[in-house]
């Protein structure tokens, strides 16, 4: 009798709550065709790849950060590319120099892993004085090895948050206080659905997440803030656009899913390429100016819209987002195997040695 009472209060809660949330939802939908629709996806160019302007994009040797850096050259910019090896940067920024000959690229090597006293930021950061940063991309970030918390070392632990959280967030103070942002500039930065999801095995990676997101909507807000304690001198003359950008599924090592393994969608649904991401992120930038967070794309965004619109309580969510996940567990804990087997993912496709190179359909 009990747990007939209770079971019936659950399901009364969770109908009243889905249903109160997805009308709640419908007021979102301006929001929706505002951001995905309606919106000049060249604010970027037309607001900030002002003369001589300067693109930095951190985490930019593989995935989401060096599609970002390919269509930025695509649209003309000179980019400053940051990563942790000469020799993913050096044929990088040679092969982009080639192709787009008028334009400039940059290197900066830094290993994010590292503590910001040890990287001595302000001092490296120097070499690029002269540049007129328009843009920062915040993008660096990576998962610690997927193993219950207790078989993490320290070092592991301590090192994935210097990556998500530290870097960026001292990377973004030494680039206000040396003046090398530009007066009107943007800062875009990478959070994660995994901040929203609770997915098991990335309790360090899905907090540094919302932590980006937060320091995100605080440096927002003290950025527009008229107190004196927060306007320095050179803050006041500064018009900065900040956004943090909610990634779902992206087709990169860190989600190794490619088309031949993600069968139940093919790959089309929720998980997307680097380039069709990259591409999506750049033409969110202007809505800074309305909205703190914003999916890039509407299918990431639908994903969380079904999570979100259940309860938490009586365990509904949880359940909601194991289903969410079922499809894609399984194939991406194969993806990481391969990877540790000397797989690569390239233009979001699994590529094996015992392929000769070829993408594997
Ligand atoms: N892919 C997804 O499904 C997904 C979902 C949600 C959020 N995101 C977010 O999107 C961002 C990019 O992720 P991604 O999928 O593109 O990851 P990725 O393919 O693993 O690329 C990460 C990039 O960061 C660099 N990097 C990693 N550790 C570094 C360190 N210690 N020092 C300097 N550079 C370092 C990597 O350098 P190497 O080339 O040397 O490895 C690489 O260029 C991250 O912030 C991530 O949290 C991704």
Redesign the pocket.
Known sequence: MANTILYSAAALHTVLYVALQTSISLLSLPRLVHQHLIHNGAAAEKNYRVKDAYALV??????????LVEELAARGWNVII????TQ?LEPLIHRLSDQYPNQHFLPFL?????SPEELKLPELLRQFKGCNITLLI??????PPVKALSELTDEEII?NV???VS?GVCLTRVILKEGLLARKSCIL??????SIMTLPGTPT?SA??AF?TKFNACLREQLASQEPIFRTDDIATKSVEIISI??????????PIDHASYSPFDGRTF?VT?AA?ARATLGKIGLGQYYREIYSCWRHEFQMGVLTAFPEEWGVRAWINRLLMKAVDGPRAEGWKRLGAGWK?VDGKLVGPDTGGRKLD
């Open positions: 951190t985490g930019a040797t593989d995935g989401i950060g060096k599609a940051h990563g942790r090896s993913k830094a290993d994010a892993s590292k915040n993008n660096v970030g990576g998962l090192q210097h990556v998500n870097f930065s990478l959070g994660s659905i995994g990676y540094s997440k980006t909610i990634p779902g599924g992206v087709r990169t090592a860190m989600t998980l680097p991401f993912m």
